[in-house]
C-alpha cells in the first residue's frame, strides 16, 4: 500500500537528515549562523535517527510517525527560541 512506502520514504529521509545533524552538526550551526549550538543539532540529529529507525522498522504504524511529528516541533520551538536570542534578527 502507498502508506507502507510513504513511512519507509520518510524513515530513510529521516536517517539521512539525521546522519547530517550528527556529522556535519558545525557545518549546520555555521550555514544557520548559530555557531556555538552545535550539540543541540546533535541531539536533534539523535533524535531523527530514531525517529527515522521506528519508521523504518513499521513503516505502516502511525505512532513512528507522529513521533517524528513531535520532534518536529521541537526543532521549531529550538529555531524559534534561537532566533529570539540572536542578535542578528532584531526578534529578541
Known sequence: MIYKRLGLGLGLFSIALGVTELFAARRVTGALKAEGSEGLVKAFG???????????????????????????????????????????????
Open 46 to 92: 539523535a533524535r531523527e535517527l530514531a525517529a527515522g529507525a521506528a519508521l523504518v522498522a513499521a513503516p505502516a504504524v502511525s505512532t513512528g510517525v507522529w513521533a517524528r511529528v513531535a520532534g518536529d516541533a521541537l526543532d521549531l520551538i529550538g529555531v524559534g527560541a534561537a532566533l529570539r536570542r540572536s542578535p542578528r534578527t532584531g526578534w529578541g
